[in-house]
C-alpha cells in the first residue's frame, strides 16, 4: 500500500539551458585548463587530456546510471564525487597501464626489452600519480559541476506538508 508522497525540500541539480551547448562548455573548461598548462610539451598535454577524457566519461556514465534510477543529484558535491571517483579509478589503474604500452612497445621494437618494465615499477609510480592526479581531477569536477548545472527552481512554499506533521507528544 502506497502512502502519501514524500515531500521534496531540495531540488535536484539541472542541466544549463541549452545543454548542448553548456555540457561541451563545461567540457572543454574541465579538461582543457590541465591540457593549457603543458602548452610547451605536447606529451605530457595528450595524457593529460586522454586521462581526463576517461575521467569524464566513467562520471558521465555514472551520473546516468543515477539520473536513469530516478535520483538525481541534488548538490553538485555529489557530482564532483562521481568525478573524483572516476578520477581515483584512473589514477589507480593508469601505472600499470602504462606500463604495460610501454613493455610492448619495446618488446615490438627490440625483443626482449619488456624484461625490464616490471609490475615493481608500476607500484613505485602509483603514488606519485595519485599525488598529481586527484587535485586535478578535482579541480575540474568543480569546474564541471559549477559550468554545466545548476539549481532547479525552488520548491512551491504552498505544498510543503507542514500541516500533515504530527509533533511528539
Known amino acids: 500500500m502506497r502512502g502519501p508522497p514524500i515531500p521534496q525540500r531540495i531540488p535536484p541539480l539541472s542541466w544549463r539551458k541549452p545543454a548542448f551547448l553548456w555540457t561541451p562548455v563545461a567540457l572543454a573548461l574541465a579538461i582543457g585548463w590541465p591540457a593549457a598548462l603543458f602548452y ?3 606529451g605530457p598535454q595528450r595524457l593529460a587530456i586522454v586521462s581526463l577524457l576517461l575521467v569524464f566519461a566513467i562520471a558521465l556514465i555514472t551520473l546516468g546510471v543515477s539520473w536513469a534510477a530516478g535520483r538525481p543529484p541534488k548538490t553538485r558535491r555529489i557530482v564532483v564525487l562521481h568525478v573524483v571517483t572516476a578520477g581515483v579509478l584512473a589514477t589507480l ?3 600499470f597501464v602504462l606500463t604495460w604500452l ?4 619495446s618488446e615490438s621494437g627490440r625483443e ?4 625490464h618494465f616490471s609490475v615493481a ?3 613505485a609510480t602509483a603514488p606519485l600519480v595519485m599525488i598529481l592526479g586527484l587535485p586535478v581531477v578535482l579541480v575540474s569536477g568543480i569546474v564541471f559541476a559549477w559550468t554545466a548545472l545548476k539549481r532547479s527552481s525552488p520548491i512551491d512554499k504552498t505544498d510543503d506538508y507542514r ?3 504530527q509533533p511528539f507528544r
Open 40 to 42: 610547451e610539451n605536447p
Open 93 to 95: 589503474l593508469a601505472p
Open 102 to 105: 610501454l613493455a610492448t612497445v
Open 112 to 115: 626482449g626489452a619488456a624484461e
Open 121 to 123: 615499477m608500476s607500484l
Open 163 to 165: 500541516h500533515d506533521v
